[in-house]
């Protein structure tokens, strides 16, 4: 009886250590064929304090991938609060969040959408995508759009095309104020790592259990909802997408 | 509420006919099995046939809607280079396999209106049992696959419930049953055959009877969805707030789904059931009441569709 439940554990524990090895063995094939050395994670830090919410980075993602009108990949939410004299205004530049977790891939039928092994990026395949609309549905954070001209499903992929020549994304390529920092989570010494080491972060509706790869500092969460609480008494979160509202 | 949802009528009516269809062909599918050739399925024939006869169509419709609903409606195919775990991805290989097979079973029937092809359909039989066997669990695959379609997604608190396929299969179960009752009683003619007559009335007792307990249970898993929900707190709570006294749904929800398409029904199919059932008498409801019965039962089951894909979209996770 102890011999099999030992043998059992062993043989979960076989199976456990298998899995690093395998995609450590397709990194090795990857080296011999001169690709990257490593897995990468790219992941994005987005200072809010540095943010003047100017809506370059929209523009910039805009004019990358010819988003059409009334879509967005990349956006900037107003969050205003409170009631004169005593009101804020803060920022919260939005994308999608290359999660974890992302519940986008599980519900996918046809397997378009998928995270990418080597870099952690989500993304949409257009060969296969149905435009179900299954994944706009299961995204917590209204990151996906149906492209109306296309019609499949889009939504921010990091700038694939940019990122794997060594350039940044656009949005960060183009933001005034240095609020849009991308990098390697996986380097320990990477400049977004060390941000996310030394500083307090957050990332958004994180009970959602998809562990996003986009980290705020400094993000006011407050939603519309905190309005019912009194001592918030007024909050208007403007989206500058064609849905006015958060979702 | 005058936004534009992501999945709007097309898949809510789709939800709807696959849930009539699979329903029909599931009871169809048992009354046949039940008797197995003997007295109970000879008895029922015709009830059989009626759900083989509607079965398929309306689940080919709702399918036919769907497909347009698509960003990329010629592009579908695409679903079956794959086999993963997305309730869409194995819905898709049910509903393909379930039209398949209740085509096939609704084939089967047709020779029985002939009188010339007696022998052949004597031959069909034991297909037609075959086929039977196939199609209940099948039937029963594609009403719960709905329901676990909508309920995959932490994103959509108000779906995201172990007990919203139940209620669909149910309600599948029940708009199936009301479908066959209406059919049967507009296509029957009075006859002066008694035999025929007293057959009649023994399906539509047997329809209705099950009808009212499926009604029951049903109203059943609406309270446990809804006082679950209501008792918890946080995302769930929050958004089945919208169909609660208060909500922006609630009136519909509860006239339509509850008092139009549930409870109505439920009391006058009782009224017409308790006298058989406790007194031995012969079961005969007006064709009028069974008409607006039924036709109450497929409007409730519509909007139950409606209103919880509806609710579902414009609710979401509270904060951010
Ligand atoms: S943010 Fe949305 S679209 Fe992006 S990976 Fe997460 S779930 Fe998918
Ligand atoms: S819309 Fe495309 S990417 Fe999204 S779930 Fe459907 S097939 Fe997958
Ligand atoms: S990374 Fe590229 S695609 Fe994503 S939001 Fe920025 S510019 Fe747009």
Redesign the interface.
Known sequence: MTAAAAAAATAIAAIATTLPTRSESKTDTERENGKESRTKRYGMVIDVRRCIGCHACTVACKSEFDVPLGVNRAWVEYVEKGVYPNVGRSFLPRLCNHCSVPPCVTVCPTNATYKRPQDGIVVVDSGLCIGCKYCIQACPYDARFLNPVTGFADKCDFCIHRVSKGLVPSCVNTCVGGARIFGDLGDPNSNISKLIANNQVTVLRREMGTFPNVYYIGADHTDELDAKRPEVRKVQVVTHRRHEERR | MG?EL??GMPVILYLFLAGVGAGAVTVSSSVLLRGGGGDFGGRHFKLARYGALIGPFPVMLGTFLIIF?????F??F??F??V??????IG?WLLMIFITASFLYTLTFLPTFISQWKNLSQRLAPLRTVLAWINVPLGIGVAVYTGV?LG?????PLWNSPILALLFLVSALSTGIAMIILVQTLFHKKGADTEAERHFHQSAYLLTSSDAMLIGLELMVIFLFLMFAHLTI??VK?AVSIILPGGDMAMMFWVWVVAIGLLIPAIIELIFVVPKLVYHRDYSAPRSVEIVVSIAVLVGGFMLRYIIVHAG?VT?????
């Open positions: 936004e992501t999945w609903e698509l960003g990329r409606p592009r579908m695409n679903l280079k794959v993963n775990l997305s309730p869409m991805n898709s379609m995959a997604m932490p994103a959509r946080g995302n929050y979209q979401g996770p509270m904060g951010l």
